[in-house]
């Protein structure tokens, strides 16, 4: 049976319904992964500095960043075992291609933190993959908010890179900086992603 070759409007309208469908598949009660990370970095920072602060800057607190990917990942695994499966489309490979990389990339940061030292450098690496992340993910999915939103992210970790390298440990800025800048990457577009795919909903895979 010959495939019936689609002609540049029916081509438009199906990659359209693929990122219409990404989207929708991203909302919270489906696993928004955006909303699970975002508040987990939030609520995990807020631990650590709370922590610092009780003990006088312990560095042994640093370790308290592993709940991160272990609350993220087990919770991502769980609702991936759980969700019923879909059809999965090229737009939905690319998304997830795009997190898993930046997921192993920040684990591979944390592991060689553990080895070598730097905790430091936790905040504004893990900041500065994340944004990139964002932002490709809102360039696929042609979301102004996901596209323009990571640059506050990607200014921020650079200015903390930069202080670092000059000496200046300023732990209530870099952690408050961090909070306010997960929430701006992370938080906010996610619930706005939500709120348009609800009112979108779904197209026909057919």
Same mark, same amino acid.
């Given at each position: 049976?010959?495939?019936?070759?689609?002609?540049?409007?029916?081509?438009?309208?199906?990659?359209?319904?693929?990122?219409?469908?990404?989207?929708?598949?991203?909302?919270?009660?489906?696993?928004?992964?955006?909303?699970?990370?975002?508040?987990?970095?939030? =609520?995990?920072?807020? &631990?650590?500095?709370? #922590?610092? @602060? /009780?003990?006088?800057?312990?560095?042994? %607190?640093?370790?308290?960043?592993?709940?991160?990917?272990?609350?993220?990942?087990?919770?991502?695994?769980?609702?991936?075992?759980?969700?019923?499966?879909?059809?999965?489309?090229?737009?939905?490979?690319?998304?997830?291609?795009?997190?898993?990389?930046?997921?192993?990339?920040?684990?591979?940061?944390?592991?060689?933190?553990?080895?070598? =030292?730097?905790?430091? &450098?936790?905040?504004? #690496?893990? @900041? /500065?993959?994340?944004?990139?992340?964002? %932002?490709?993910?809102?360039?696929?999915?042609?979301?102004?908010?996901?596209?323009?939103?990571?640059?506050?992210?990607?200014?921020?970790?650079?200015?903390?890179?930069?202080?670092?390298?000059?000496?200046?440990?300023?732990?209530?800025?870099?952690?408050?900086?961090?909070?306010?800048?997960?929430?701006?990457?992370?938080?906010?577009?996610?619930?706005?992603?939500?709120?348009?795919?609800?009112?979108?909903?779904?197209?026909?895979?057919?």
């Amino acid at each position: 049976m010959e495939d019936k070759k689609l002609n540049e409007k029916e081509s438009l309208e199906l990659i359209s319904c693929m990122i219409q469908n990404t989207r929708r598949k991203l909302e919270l009660g489906d696993g928004n992964s955006m909303l699970l990370w975002g508040y987990t970095m939030v =609520g995990v920072t807020i &631990l650590v500095y709370v #922590l610092l @602060l /009780l003990t006088d800057n312990n560095p042994q %607190c640093n370790w308290v960043w592993w709940l991160i990917p272990l609350i993220g990942g087990s919770i991502t695994f769980y609702w991936e075992r759980k969700k019923t499966r879909t059809v999965v489309t090229y737009t939905d490979k690319m998304v997830s291609t795009i997190w898993k990389g930046i997921g192993f990339t920040f684990f591979a940061t944390i592991m060689m933190m553990f080895i070598f =030292g730097g905790w430091m &450098l936790m905040i504004p #690496l893990s @900041l /500065l993959y994340v944004s990139i992340g964002v %932002c490709m993910m809102g360039n696929i999915l042609c979301d102004k908010w996901m596209s323009r939103l990571p640059a506050f992210g990607l200014m921020m970790s650079i200015i903390i890179l930069c202080r670092l390298f000059k000496g200046e440990f300023d732990w209530n800025y870099y952690l408050l900086t961090y909070i306010l800048s997960s929430i701006i990457v992370l938080i906010i577009p996610g619930h706005v992603m939500n709120r348009q795919a609800k009112k979108e909903g779904v197209c026909s895979e057919n």
